[in-house]
């Protein structure tokens, strides 16, 4: 009886001892398996460091690459735009064609037929993108304050091209400089850009590319310290003048300008939703053509700004002087006159415009200007062809724009010009014009 539970414990122990030889097998397989499987994770992680290194490498290898292809210094910043705009303008003049096509891209009063020659009107239909533009600039911060750039083209006045194949029209420069904001609200500015002299802020939102007849209107190289609201500037020089040549009227330009610049000074101002600007020019004018020679001093005076009334406005402009010459209404008139004994004689001269602009709704709005010029010519035994010089021009513009996405516009103007000359003869034309425009 007793031999049983002896056998019953052999055969458990046996058993065990079985299963603990068993155990310690799959222990085993399972341990030799977790050293495959690490010594695989070890490989990947090797492997992967010496891509990682690698790739490192590349990138050095690559950002050296982009640091000497750098076209400027690092940490300047770049920006592109424009617009593409499509200009199409139905033309009437009351007195004959105009002896320049010019006027058929914007509205240049001086170029606006009067009577005493063909007689009878004449029309003519444009279509042109000339008025495209793009500009590129860039703005790096330096030690010594910001410094920024600016390049800007459009395809007005350029030749290069005709309107029976291709429109293949040349660009042309705007602007380019260089812009040193040195200190808060103080900064130093050389290169092409708008004349000092000129509000730019003040033109109308006409479809012309110009505008009023009464504007001022120039750019020009020139270098100018702006310094809060004061603006001093020295501009590039040129002198446009009337010659009596045999009782006949002529000109002469000159551009190899012996004097100082036209120099500037200009106050911006300020006072709750107007905004203002005071500008006054004085400028040498001279001429030599080897028999004769002089020059004279001259001024202009310029009060323009723009009032808000919500999202309407009204812009003015007001320019008085002696010496506005080129600088008004596109050199509506020149700058002066030269006498029988050969000096330089000033004319007095002046021009303006108003202009409002309505918000009919966050899609539609409408500018209506009106505006004028006006130049005191001599008398006829002053100047003998004094009666073919240009006495006074205006103009009214009435445009209406519908802007159905951000800075997609199409809109429709309507233009109404006269020119009238000191012997009593005049002209005038109307445009009916429309453009599709959108900025990038």
């Known amino acids: 009886m007793r031999i049983k539970p002896i056998a019953a414990a052999l055969l458990t122990l046996g058993t065990l001892s079985t299963a603990s030889l068993s155990m310690a097998g799959e222990t085993e397989d399972r341990i030799a398996e977790l050293?495959?499987?690490?010594?695989?994770?070890?490989?990947?992680?090797?492997?992967?460091?010496?891509?990682?290194?690698?790739?490192?490498?590349?990138?050095?290898?690559?950002?050296?690459?982009?640091?000497?292809?750098?076209?400027?210094?690092?940490?300047?910043?770049?920006?592109?735009?424009?617009?593409?705009?499509?200009?199409?303008?139905?033309?009437?003049?009351?007195?004959?064609?105009?002896?320049?096509?010019?006027?058929?891209?914007?509205?240049?009063?001086?170029?606006?037929?009067?009577?005493?020659?063909?007689?009878?009107?004449?029309?003519?239909?444009?279509?042109?993108?000339?008025?495209?533009?793009?500009?590129?600039?860039?703005?790096?911060?330096?030690?010594?304050?910001?410094?920024?750039?600016?390049?800007e083209l459009d395809f007005l006045l350029g030749a290069g091209g005709d309107e029976r194949i291709s429109n293949s029209w040349n660009s042309r420069l705007r602007h380019a400089f260089v812009k040193w904001d040195y200190d808060e609200g103080k900064s130093l500015l050389a290169g092409q850009s708008w004349s000092t002299f000129f509000n730019v802020g003040a033109l109308p939102n006409q479809i012309d590319f110009v505008g009023p007849v009464g504007t001022l209107f120039n750019r020009q190289p020139q270098i100018r310290w702006t310094m809060g609201g004061l603006q001093l500037a020295a501009e590039n020089p040129a002198t446009r003048l009337n010659f009596d040549n045999g009782g006949s009227l002529s000109t002469s330009f000159d551009d190899f300008h012996e004097g100082i610049p036209d120099l500037v000074a200009r106050y911006n101002g300020n006072m709750g939703g107007l905004s203002w600007s005071a500008a006054g020019i004085l400028r040498e004018l001279s001429y030599d053509n080897g028999a004769q020679d002089d020059s004279q001093m001259g001024y202009g005076l310029s009060l323009s700004g723009k009032w808000m009334f919500g999202k309407d406005d009204l812009r003015f402009m007001f320019n008085y002087g002696d010496a506005l010459g080129r600088y008004l209404g596109l050199n509506s008139f020149n700058d002066g006159y030269v006498d029988a004994s050969g000096g330089i004689q000033t004319i007095d001269q002046w021009g303006g415009f108003v202009s409002y602009q309505h918000y009919w709704s966050d899609q539609w709005s409408s500018s209506f200007t009106l505006s004028m010029s006006a130049a005191d010519n001599p008398g006829g035994s002053d100047f003998a062809p004094a009666g073919s010089l240009a006495k006074e021009y205006q103009s009214a513009h009435a445009s209406l724009w519908y802007s159905p996405a951000p800075r997609y516009s199409m809109g429709g103007e309507y233009i109404f010009a006269t020119k009238e000359m000191e012997d009593g003869r005049d002209g005038d034309m109307s445009r009916l014009q429309f453009a599709v425009k959108y900025a990038f």
Do not use: C
């Not at 010496?50 to 300047?76: F, H, L, M, Q, W």
């Not at 003049?93 to 170029?111: C, Q, T």
């Open 35 to 151: 050293e495959r499987q690490l010594a695989e994770l070890k490989s990947l992680v090797s492997a992967n460091s010496e891509a990682a290194s690698v790739a490192r490498e590349a990138t050095v290898v690559n950002a050296a690459d982009i640091e000497e292809a750098r076209p400027s210094k690092k940490g300047t910043k770049f920006q592109y735009g424009g617009f593409i705009q499509l200009d199409m303008a139905a033309s009437s003049y009351s007195e004959g064609k105009p002896g320049n096509d010019l006027i058929e891209d914007f509205l240049v009063p001086s170029l606006i037929p009067v009577s005493g020659g063909s007689g009878s009107s004449y029309s003519t239909t444009n279509m042109h993108a000339k008025t495209s533009r793009f500009f590129f600039t860039t703005a790096t911060d330096t030690d010594a304050g910001k410094i920024s750039t600016r390049v």
